[in-house]
């Protein structure tokens, strides 16, 4: 049994306490259980965030709170998680943006906490308060800790939110847990290139945890790391305009199980991944390079939609990524590739490996490979050659046509794997993709997923 303890708990002499062990839905997936999380609730904190007589949450949370189960809050604006502060969310509540859509997001500053943890049938749902929502209804949730990032001073304010800082030197730094959580219709254009996305992780450090989060119908990203060493696991990104996965600024942190599918996508720069360093100083560190593995990433696949590509590594990234199924990419009104490697550095980076993939089965997308230099930079005909050639190597040799769809993302059976590497926290499965072929249910179920 895996147990999560809630901290935050305030005058923990006097106060009542109410332990609530609580059993999350059974899976036969071979991957992993979900586990047993241990709920400790301080009951002095109840409700302590909210504006008085209401459910409308304070827009600066400076005491510990607790949020009750199954029940709706409503956020009035830029609501604050501040430093040294816990936000505990109880299994089954409704965090709901403003009735007329204007912009309201959950930030958990540097030094503050949430945890919220829900289980499959009673997941915590962070959502529009409009009574028809589309994407962009509600802001978002955006954590932010004090792990390593790749900017020069260490720190730097989170996209789309100014004076609001993240990132340090603490790259165990706990910001927390979420666990069975869903965000929808989150997104908000702010100017260009600034953007909240639907999960937003800035500097967050290793000791938080993040699993079993599906976040539908955004804007932006679904989910977005800039920097920080924290690993994620069972996550599924649908629905969202941009990339599925984007991750930059020095992620080091690990991905396993992850399912991405692009919906009704309209813009024409939509990936499954869009990873980077850092932009215009590529060869900086730390270097973005995480360790991924089982991933499907399903794009839009016939004429009218526009995933370009299933996975775009440029601008400096490394990284390592395992046992995935890409399909669906630049086939549509744009042109893409599964593999799209940009600049110089990550071509080099391509060519001692640093960058590399592990059996992954692509097929039917624009081109399994395009190796390309960054604009206004030069590059041999020989060493672009060489990362075509490395690149190609990164796929499994069975092509077979898996047939999975965005309803059906589980294929029949899959060709054996790559072995995962030890001490990365990997759970040590050798299929392809997601889900395992052979399970009767699957990670997705119990109702915390809520449809596409």
């Known amino acids: 049994m895996n147990k999560v303890k809630l901290t ?20 036969t997936d071979s991957e992993t259980s979900p586990p047993e999380t241990t709920v400790v609730v301080d009951t002095s904190t109840f409700e ?28 009035q604006g830029l609501t604050f998680v501040k430093f040294g502060t816990t936000l505990t969310i109880r299994e089954g509540a409704t965090i709901k943006g403003k009735a007329d859509g204007s912009l309201t997001a959950l930030i958990v500053e540097k030094g503050g906490i949430i945890n919220a943890v829900g289980t499959a049938a009673k997941p915590i749902v962070f959502t529009a308060g409009t009574s028809a929502p589309v994407r962009s209804d509600f802001g978002g949730v955006v954590i932010l800790g004090r792990a390593q990032l790749n900017v020069p001073t260490g720190s730097t304010d989170i996209e789309g939110l100014v004076g609001v800082p993240y ?11 979420l666990q069975y959580v869903r965000i ?20 967050v450090g290793s000791k938080t945890q993040i699993s079993y989060v599906h976040m539908r119908e955004g804007l932006d990203d679904c989910f977005e790391w800039f920097g920080g060493s924290v690993s994620a696991h069972h996550l599924v990104a649908t629905g969202c305009d941009d990339d ?14 992850a399912l991405g599918a692009h919906v009704g996508v309209t813009n024409t720069d939509a990936n499954g991944i869009e990873a980077d360093g850092r932009n215009g100083a590529e060869e900086s560190l730390p270097r973005t390079a995480p360790s991924i593995a089982n991933l499907t990433l399903i794009g839009t696949s016939t004429g009218g939609g526009n995933s370009m590509n299933g996975m775009r590594l440029r601008r400096g990234v490394a990284g390592q990524i395992y046992n995935s199924i890409v399909t669906g990419f630049g086939k549509g009104t744009v042109s893409g590739a599964a593999v799209r490697i940009d600049g110089n550095t990550s071509i080099r980076l391509v060519n001692n490996d640093s960058l590399k993939g592990h059996s992954i089965v692509a097929y039917n997308n624009g081109s399994r490979v395009n190796v390309s230099p960054a604009a206004g930079l030069t590059d041999s005909v020989a060493t672009r050659a060489a990362a075509i050639t490395k690149v190609g190597t990164w ?19 899959t060709p054996t794997g790559t072995t995962l590497p030890s001490g990365k926290g990997f759970t040590p499965v050798t299929y392809i993709g997601a889900f395992d072929p052979a399970a009767a249910t699957l990670w997705t179920a119990g109702g915390w997923m809520r449809g596409y």
């Open 244 to 257: 599925m996965f984007d991750y930059d600024l020095g992620w080091v942190g690990t991905l396993q199980f």
């Open 184 to 203: 929808e219709y989150a997104g908000r254009l702010l100017g260009t290139d600034n953007e909240l996305n639907g999960l937003t992780m800035g500097g």
């Open 167 to 177: 990132g340090g030197t603490d790259a165990s730094d706990s910001s927390g847990v």
């Open 8 to 27: 935050g708990l305030a005058g923990i002499a006097a106060a009542a306490f109410i332990f609530i062990p609580t059993m999350t839905a059974c899976t």
């Open 395 to 413: 796929f499994h040799s069975d092509t077979t046509n898996l047939n999975i769809t965005v309803a059906s993302p589980k294929p029949t059976s």
């Open 48 to 75: 302590k965030c909210l504006v008085a007589g209401t459910k409308n949450i304070k827009l600066n949370i400076t005491d510990d709170c607790t949020l009750g189960a199954d029940s709706t809050y409503n956020l």
